[in-house]
Nanobody, 115 residues
Framework: QVQFVESGGGLVQPGGSLRLSCAAS????????WGWYRQAPGKQRNLVAT???????TSVDSVKGRFTVSRDNDKTTLYLQMNSLKPEDTAAYYC?????????WGPGTQVTVSS
């Protein structure tokens, strides 16, 4: 079993920055690509960015150039650096494997971008 616990969310003004963290535990070493996902109120959960075991990253067009995904050396913590935040980035953010496993969703961390 794998567990993910997200943290680092909060209220930030447009143009501000936040750094999200995701602590992974359990049988994680068989999963080579992890992802950050987000879900805005009333909308489905969508992929934001991924990072493979070798460090290759991808991100969706709406966050390119603003969000950066990274992972620590022991590969147990995932990060999402979010800069130039916009109101449309408001959502609950989650990490999971990529593709996601429905059994592994954590509690998420809320990001609210508002003046």
């Amino acid at each position: 079993q794998v567990q993910f616990v997200e943290s680092g969310g909060g209220l930030v003004q447009p143009g501000g920055s936040l750094r999200l963290s995701c602590a992974a535990s359990g049988r994680i070493f068989g999963y080579y690509t992890w992802g950050w996902y987000r879900q805005a109120p009333g909308k489905q959960r969508n992929l934001v960015a991924t990072i493979a075991s070798g460090g290759t990253t991808t991100s969706v067009d709406s966050v390119k150039g603003r969000f950066t995904v990274s992972r620590d050396n022991d590969k147990t913590t995932l990060y999402l650096q979010m800069n130039s935040l916009k109101p449309e980035d408001t959502a609950a953010y989650y990490c999971n494997t990529f593709p996601p496993n429905n059994d592994y969703w954590g509690p998420g961390t809320q990001v609210t971008v508002s003046s």
